[in-house]
């Protein structure tokens, strides 16, 4: 009985050994790539007609974030979030803020998958699909998560809803690497609504007005 024991013991980690070793060998492969750094995004549209040197030097229009970036055999998978404090529109007897909305604080950004490809030397073109997600934090710390629109809130009991609503985004980005570091810009833009529930091909087109324009640093870990 002893015997049968330390036999399905090694049995059971040689599994685990191996479980553990498929990941390492992934990552330490050029297949796979793992890199993090900051993001700045311009919160108007520069498509627009009313955005000028002005509006562009304003730090009020930008915000600040987190970019997280991976490949796997060629696909690649990123995620970004920014920050963003609300509106003040007003200030209180007291002298606190009055924010429109009532939302204190922002955080969003997008998460999406897609591909690259070099088009220069240590220059490289990406082209991903995905949602914009976002939480908006009131004064009173009531969150309200959103995916795709800011009118698509989830709500409890409203989950098919609320993810066959959910509109598709793209985000072109043009990187020039350097050693293990990428410095980018990048051009997000949300379809015409396409959807679960609108899956019309017009509906896939790019909403160019509603345009934003950002730049990030990467430092590439694996």
């Known amino acids: 009985m002893a015997e049968e024991n330390n036999l399905l013991l090694k049995k059971i980690a040689s599994i685990i050994i191996?479980?553990?070793f498929i990941p390492i060998s992934v990552m330490a492969g050029s297949h796979f790539s793992l890199g993090f750094g900051s993001i700045n995004q311009f919160q108007l549209s520069v498509a627009s007609?009313?955005?000028n040197v002005a509006s562009i030097i304003d730090v009020h229009n930008w915000a600040t974030g987190g970019e997280l970036r991976?490949?796997?055999?060629?696909?690649n998978l990123d995620c970004y979030f920014l920050l963003q404090q609300g509106e003040i529109i007003d200030v209180t007897e007291n002298g606190l803020?009055?924010?429109a909305d009532n939302i204190s604080q922002r955080i969003f950004g997008m998460l999406g998958i897609g591909f690259s490809t070099d088009v220069?030397?240590?220059t490289t073109l990406s082209l991903s699909a995905g949602s914009l997600l976002g939480i908006d934090v009131s004064q009173s710390f009531d969150v309200r998560f959103w995916a795709g629109d800011r009118d698509n809130v989830c709500t409890k009991g409203n989950w098919s809803e609320f993810l066959s609503n959910i509109p598709l985004a793209?985000?072109?980005?043009?990187?020039?690497?350097?050693s293990r570091f990428s410095l980018g810009i990048h051009y997000q833009v949300p379809s015409l609504g396409f959807s679960y529930a609108q899956s019309s091909w017009s509906a896939l087109e790019p909403e160019w007005n509603q345009g934003r324009l950002g730049a990030s640093f990467i430092t590439r870990i694996f």
Do not use: H, K
């Open 97 to 99: 803020p009055v924010f």
């Open 170 to 178: 793209y985000r072109l980005r043009l990187d020039f690497n350097l």
């Open 120 to 122: 220069a030397a240590a």
């Open 18 to 20: 191996l479980i553990l």
């Open 70 to 75: 991976s490949r796997i055999y060629g696909v």
């Open 49 to 51: 007609s009313e955005t």
